[in-house]
């Protein structure tokens, strides 16, 4: 059993910076893919980026490639998403996931544990 706890969402204007935590309980949380994924009212909730147990493999939705970056450190059991260059369409709540495997890894269904979201807000 894993439960995450999200932290670190708020208000920013245009072209700033958040920085996600997600924190887990949990001894096996090194053994999990560890996810972000975001959800706009009224929208499906998307795949944002995935990180392997082990950190070396990072994957990102193209709308965020190259201004958000995933990281974790499994001696604090902890996934990060530092997000840069915000923009309005940015905006949405945000969950961390934990799933078993990398296959499939853009998709909430491959995840088995969810936190209960933080939001974010982009002014323009």
């Known amino acids: 059993q894993v439960q995450l706890v999200e932290s670190g969402g708020g208000l920013v204007q245009a072209g700033g910076s958040l920085r996600l935590s997600c924190a887990a309980s949990?001894?096996?949380?090194?053994?999990?893919?560890m996810g972000w994924f975001r959800q706009a009212p009224g929208k499906e909730r998307e795949f944002v980026a995935a990180i392997s147990w082990s950190g070396v493999s990072t994957y990102y939705a193209d709308s965020v490639k190259g201004r958000f970056t995933i990281s974790r450190e499994n001696a604090k059991n902890t996934v990060y998403l530092q997000m840069n260059s915000l923009k309005p369409e940015d905006t949405a709540v945000y969950y961390c996931a934990a799933g078993p495997s990398r296959a499939g890894y853009s998709s909430p269904s491959r995840y088995d544990y969810w936190g209960q979201g933080t939001q974010v807000t982009v002014s323009p």
């Open positions: 949990g001894r096996t949380f090194s053994s999990y893919v």
